[in-house]
């Protein structure tokens, strides 16, 4: 009985050292795989925002998007340069001052969230009339977001005619 009883015990305590030397699923979520539909909406929301805003000439709405920090950045598309927000902001003032019509569409919107930072990559077609000619430009665009606690802002972005 006592051989039983042993092996019994033995076996308990190899269960429990097993089980706990397996793979525990955490609480935490998973900021690789997962796609956070709810964030990815709010993002979303953001740039339609954005594209209202430059559709109206909103600048100071335009403003508001960028995190008014040194930590910004933006390349193109209409500077080769690198921006940081106050460049940034003086070059969408001239731009947006010596155009009219302006109208713009996104085409193949993917937003990827990472936790407090979202990832959105799309098409621009953009038109706009500028001293008297109509133009058409297409656009690849990023947004790199920062969730901060005056909501989603832009922290990088990147724009290239292809």
């Known amino acids: 009985m006592k051989k039983y009883n042993s092996l019994s015990i033995i076996i308990a305590l190899l269960f ?3 089980s706990s030397c397996s793979e525990k699923k955490s609480d935490k979520p998973d900021i690789v795989n997962d796609l956070f539909p709810e964030v990815q909406n709010e993002l979303r929301e953001v740039i339609h925002s954005i594209v209202k805003d430059c559709e109206t000439a909103n600048l100071d709405g335009l403003k508001t998007t960028h995190l008014l920090s040194d930590k910004f950045t933006k390349f193109g598309p209409r500077s080769f340069e690198r921006q940081d927000v106050e460049s940034t902001n003086e070059s969408e003032l001239a731009f947006f001052g010596s155009v009219s019509n302006y109208k713009e569409e996104v085409k193949d919107l993917k937003i990827d969230v990472f936790g ?3 990832i959105a990559t799309f098409y621009r077609f ?3 009339e500028q001293d008297g000619e109509e133009k058409n430009v ?3 665009q990023t947004y790199v977001f920062l969730k901060t606690s005056d909501g989603w802002k832009i922290i990088h972005e990147h724009g290239n005619k292809p």
């Open 16 to 18: 429990v050292i097993l």
């Open 116 to 118: 407090e930072i979202g």
């Open 126 to 128: 953009v038109s706009f």
């Open 138 to 140: 297409n656009v690849r």
